[in-house]
Each structure stands twice: as structure tokens, then as C-alpha cells.
């Protein structure tokens, strides 16, 4: 017990007796990133306990970056898709390294940055820290691919894009339409976050697949000012493939597009919703066509997710959109 507690001591003060700065990295379990050409600040807000397969190992030489962000304090039902980056990680190893689809391989496509070190349940600073790492890799020249969290991790996300971007569209596969202007009296939510995006990108730029729930409210704005097709992913968005010609596109998938007998572990079941075949031809017919400059893959909720499915399905989802991003 005494050593214990000397060793203890000995590892808070250090061996010249000062206080060790412990960074929040380590205080949140995971390791520091070392790579000192991903830049000091960024370095201060990213920890990494394990990468997804095949990762590269050199930031510097990589142009797609994959982020893992475990924000899950605004999930309205249930809460859990912080602990999503690192299990669909960990099911990753259970893939090909080919993708049949793309005649590819995934290896050192992409470096996996690892994940935001979230400040728990401060909503604006994680919408700062999200915001500026964002920033920082886009400013690099480099594309991002991001593992939520929940949605709203989407929306500073976007902005950057929207900033580098000028003419930016946005698709968003997902079962809720997102379109309120507040939620429980919080303008930044889950169930906010396409509204905020809509209102940052140009008028007519954002595509809905999928929908199937919102307010009356919601759908009547959705058909004013956005391109809303309800229930459906693949038949729609082959007729809209046309319009995206030369665009710079970005992909943010609601895992939760998927009806809950191919996707249980998410934040918020909702019934009647595509198969993951379905999913999968639209996520490869939109990436071997359009200009996908980022994308992410949201509200996967492991704690809820029985024999892992929901995780398996979003690793391979991020292979396929590494490989056809990979592709450009
Ligand atoms: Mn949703």
C-alpha cells in the first residue's frame, strides 16, 4: 500500500518534484498525438487510443484525414454515440482490405488523425474545438472524414467546408429531416443541425434522402428550400446525380437512414427505413460519380447496438467512402 502510494506521487510530481502537466489527452484515456507535422494546436485537442485498419502513418503525405468525433451530449433520446469512433474502429479489423465494389484497396488511402478530446457536456466549446480542427486539416489541403458523435458535429464541420467551398452541396441521408429552428429551446442540436447548415451554404444546395420524420413544420420548409425525397435513397438520387456534376459535394449519413432491423444501436429508432444494400449502392453510385470533398457517418450508439451490427455496417460504410474518396 505504501509503494503504491509513493509511486503514485512520484508520477503526478515528476522527478524533479514540479507538477507534470498533465494534458487532457491522457486525462481522457487516450495517448498524445506525436506526429509534429499535424501542428501544435492540434495536437493539444486530438488524442489516439487506436486507428482505424490500415491507416497510413504519415499525416504529412495523406490528403484524407479520418477524425473521430465522441460528442454525444445533444442525442434528445438516447445518449451513447461517443463511444462510437472507438468501436467502429475496432470493427474495422473485421473487414477486407478490398472493396469489391471500387476494385481497391483502403491501405494508406487516409491517416486516422484519432479524436477530439471533447470538453463533456459544453456544447459551444466542442462546437469550437470540432470547428477549428476542421480548419486546420481543410487548411492543410487536406479532405476530411469524419466517425460522430451525434449530428451536430456535422455543422462546424460544414461551415469550414462551406468557407472553402463557395458552392458547396450538402446530401444528407437520415431518417429525421433536422430542421427545426430550436429544440427543447437549444438552438444547437441534433434535431437542429440541417437547419443550421441550411442557412450557411447557398439556397437550394442541400439534398435530404430518406426522410421519414419531423414536424409538418419541418417537411413544409424542406419543400420550399430544400431538395426533400421522403423514404427513398438510391431511386432519387440517381435522378439527381446529373445536377451534381461538377459540384463539390459533401456526404453526412445518419446511420439512423437505415430501418432499426439493420441498424439498432442509434440514438433515435425510427421505423420504415432502407435496407443497408440500399445504403451501400447509394453511397457507391454517389462516390464513383460526384466530387465528395467530405463526409461523415453519424449517431451510430454502441451501447444499444446488440451483436455489433450497427458498428459493422459504419466501418464499412468509412472503408467505401475512404476508397471512393481515395479515388479522386
Ligand atoms: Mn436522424
Known amino acids: 500500500m505504501i509503494n503504491v502510494k509513493v509511486k503514485e506521487k512520484a508520477g503526478r510530481k515528476g522527478v524533479k518534484g514540479k507538477n507534470v502537466n498533465k494534458s487532457r489527452n491522457i486525462d ?46 445533444t ?9 462510437a469512433p ?11 482490405n478490398y472493396s469489391p465494389f471500387f476494385d481497391d484497396y483502403i491501405d494508406e ?50 461551415k469550414q467546408y462551406a468557407s472553402k ?28 443541425v440541417l437547419k443550421l ?23 413544409d420548409f424542406a419543400e420550399k428550400n430544400c431538395h426533400i425525397y421522403k423514404n427513398d435513397v438510391y431511386e432519387p438520387l440517381k435522378k439527381v446525380m446529373g445536377s451534381l456534376a461538377g459540384k463539390d459535394v459533401y456526404l453526412t449519413i445518419d446511420i439512423d437512414v437505415l430501418d432499426p432491423a439493420f441498424a439498432p444501436g ?3 429508432i425510427e421505423a420504415g427505413g432502407i435496407s443497408s444494400k440500399e445504403l451501400f449502392d447509394s453511397v457507391s453510385l454517389l462516390l464513383s460519380e460526384a466530387n465528395v470533398v467530405g463526409a461523415d457517418v453519424v449517431e451510430v ?5 446488440n451483436s455489433d451490427r450497427t458498428s459493422a455496417i459504419a466501418a464499412k460504410l468509412i472503408r467505401e467512402i475512404i476508397i471512393g474518396m481515395g479515388k479522386i
Open 165 to 192: 467551398y463557395k458552392d458547396l452541396v450538402v446530401l444528407q441521408f437520415d431518417a429525421h429531416t433536422d430542421l427545426r429552428k430550436e429544440w427543447n429551446n437549444e438552438k444547437y442540436s441534433h434535431a437542429t
Open 301 to 305: 450508439c454502441p451501447p444499444t447496438d
Open 86 to 96: 472507438k468501436r467502429i474502429r475496432e470493427l474495422s479489423y473485421t473487414l477486407e
Open 75 to 83: 442525442a434528445s433520446n438516447i445518449p451513447g454515440s461517443r463511444f
Open 266 to 268: 442509434t440514438g433515435y
Open 109 to 158: 488511402k487516409f491517416y486516422d488523425i484519432g479524436d477530439i478530446v471533447m470538453p463533456w457536456g459544453n456544447t459551444a466549446k466542442s462546437i469550437k474545438f470540432i470547428d477549428e480542427t476542421a480548419k486546420s486539416i481543410l487548411g492543410g489541403g487536406k479532405r476530411i472524414v469524419s466517425i460522430g458523435g451525434d449530428h451536430l458535429i456535422t455543422y462546424p464541420i460544414v
Open 28 to 73: 481522457n484515456g487516450g495517448s498524445k498525438i506525436i506526429d509534429e507535422s499535424i501542428g501544435a494546436y492540434l495536437r493539444s485537442i486530438l488524442s489516439k487510443t487506436s486507428s482505424f485498419f490500415n491507416s497510413s502513418d504519415s499525416y504529412k503525405e495523406s490528403d484524407l484525414i479520418l477524425l473521430g468525433i465522441p460528442m454525444d451530449y
Open 197 to 219: 447548415i441550411h442557412d450557411i451554404i447557398k439556397k437550394g444546395n442541400l439534398y435530404q434522402f430518406g426522410i421519414r420524420s419531423g414536424s409538418k413544420e419541418e417537411f
